[in-house]
């Protein structure tokens, strides 16, 4: 973080230091959310939540040598006290997104592969650059801005993750730290019953494209015929990735290995290199390319970007995080989030890495699917029931939908990821693989925690 005299943070945010504050005392960061994360000369931000009060930490902070507390009210630490913590934390980082104007700001948005491709393109910045990028998920309206003031001057790129829960969220991370390049990978089906239709979504993943200056560049899904669209709202240069011809960075002579890996030649305007992926999963082609194309628009040779993608290995928690056991059984925890285009992704990769075994999936109903809900959870069902499974289990309530596309299936429902996880140590035998995806809320990652004893990849 830029260095911060404890007055100057006071003024950006419009807030009021406490008697106890010294307006010369300097935050030189981290900012954080969690007392536990605190080193000598962070800002603690105390945010009020659901089940817990940030405000009740202030103390334990300042302890740990938070220079001082962003909070609503008093404290009894040194206080910059605004009317709006979240807000107040927003302008923070504009300010300092501000005071780096020779960062590229690099956005990425989509339904699904975000953190994935943010992930990928943080590394092949990396080879250029000091490069800033969010841990696992930080794209929403905290995560955001704690990420971009992690950036100092030596920062030369920012790699963000931009999320949308409803018209207009992306534009106002955007002006946040407004990107030069866009990234948009797909419209799908996560979140629909919020939006309404996938026309929503695709309006409100396009506003990242229009938040990009005329001398910027977005990057487009040449496949999927929403993100097509939004070559129409922007006044950045447009260039393509994906499978299609006309892609300027796209994926030729595709293949899947055993393990569900793909290999393909990375063909772009300049040159073509060979790129063999270390992820699990075919749908992972595209995010590669996006990223691929991220950095081939920065100056990166293609021979270095295919070398940086051939060597990623996954680096976010429960996306395709592929175990095997020392009997031979191997686990796909895949439980972050499930969408129905996720699902399809999951039980591709499934029947890739799976082929001449026993397979198994746990999964459970999906969420926030509006009024399709019903119908999209019995198409994931009859998916299960044609992955050729030996045991499908489906976990928790509302499953009534998914059990019913299931039907003719080796279907069990249990109410909850431990009686899952005893249920598949019982049928387990080795050499199987069993798939776990679901919701967040629904905590599947413990299935995979407790089948392997600890064991991670």
Known sequence: MIPLPLARVAEITSGALTG??????????????????????????????????????AVAARERGAEAVLASRPTDAPTVIVSDVVAALAGLATAVAAELPATTVIGVTGSAGKTTT??????????????????????????????????????????????????????????????????????????????GGREAIATAKGELVESLPAGGVAILNADDPYVRTMAERTAARVTWFGRSPDAAVRA???????????????????????????????????????????AYELGLPVATIAQELSEAEPRSRWRMEVTDRPDG?????????????????????LGDLGRQRRRFAVIAALRELGEE???????VGRMAAGAGLTGLIVVGPGSGPLLAGASGAPVLHVPDADTAAAELAR????????????????????VADLLLGGVRQ
């Open 373 to 379: 809900s019903a119908a999209l959870n019995e198409q």
């Open 427 to 446: 049928s387990l035998a080795p050499g199987d693989v069993v798939l776990i995806k679901g919701p967040r809320a629904m905590g599947l990652e413990r």
């Open 20 to 57: 106890m504050a010294d307006p010369r005392a300097v935050i030189r960061g981290p900012v954080v959310i969690d007392s536990r994360d605190v080193v000598p000369g962070s800002l603690f931000v105390a945010i009020k939540g659901a089940r817990v009060d940030g405000h009740d930490f």
């Open 252 to 294: 030729d002579d595709v293949t899947i290995d055993e393990r569900g890996r793909a290999g393909f030649t990375l063909c772009t305007p300049s040159g073509e290199a060979p790129v063999k992926l270390r992820l699990y999963g075919e749908h992972a082609v595209e995010n590669t390319l996006a990223a691929a194309a991220g």
């Open 329 to 349: 059984v191997t686990v796909i925890n895949d439980a972050y989030n499930a969408n129905p285009d996720s699902m399809r992704a999951a039980f591709v990769a």
């Open 118 to 195: 943010k992930d990928l393109l943080a590394r092949l910045t990396a080879r250029m650059g000091p490069t800033v990028a969010p841990v696992g998920s930080f794209n929403n309206e905290i995560g955001h801005p704690l990420t971009v003031l992690k950036a100092d001057e030596s920062t030369r790129f920012m790699v963000l993750e931009l999320s949308a829960r409803d018209t207009g969220h992306i534009a106002y991370l955007a002006r946040i730290a407004p990107p030069r390049i866009g990234v948009v990978l797909n419209v799908g089906t996560a979140h629909l019953g919020v939006f």
